[in-house]
């Protein structure tokens, strides 16, 4: 059950919902409430699932980009784009950041980031991000 709560705090943590499950996460760790392993693995895994769902979303928002009250045009988007994939996808190596981190896994999505790329940024970022949570809830540091 511990797992399992990680997990899914991990997991809305990382939707557009407002949450933070490095709280739990430090409490679990500073309780002694399981392998430090698992629960980093759960932490991360969920996270990166829940950027996937952002990642999804993004994908679903260029269907309506030929509707005339869209916000931009599908000129400006095609623009956007390339620009994105020129610099974009490396800013995903930061999408553990409270505020812009949900975001830009949805303009990912939007973009079109390869899979492949996505869930490797992502979950390095993430990953270790959760790694220093971990750290510094048993005193490492």
């Known amino acids: 059950m511990v797992y399992l709560s990680i997990f899914f705090s991990a997991f809305v943590s990382a939707t557009l919902?407002?949450?933070s499950s490095e709280l739990l996460l430090s409490g679990m760790v500073a309780k002694q409430m399981g392998s430090i392993l698992m629960l980093w693995g759960c932490a991360t895994v969920g996270n990166v699932l829940g950027s996937c769902?952002?990642?999804y979303l993004g994908t679903r928002v260029e269907a309506l980009s030929h509707y005339r009250w869209f916000p931009v045009s599908e000129r400006s988007l095609a623009k956007a784009q390339v620009h994105y994939q020129k610099y974009g996808p490396w800013s995903l190596l930061f999408a553990w950041l409270p505020i812009i981190g949900d975001p830009l896994t949805l303009v990912a999505g939007i973009f079109k980031v390869?899979?492949?790329l996505f869930l490797l940024l992502v979950t390095l970022g993430k990953g270790l991000?959760?790694?220093l949570v971990i750290a510094l809830?048993?005193?490492v540091f």
């Open 53 to 55: 769902v952002n990642y």
């Open 129 to 131: 991000r959760y790694a």
């Open 114 to 116: 390869r899979i492949g």
């Open 137 to 139: 809830a048993m005193g």
């Open 17 to 19: 919902l407002p949450a």
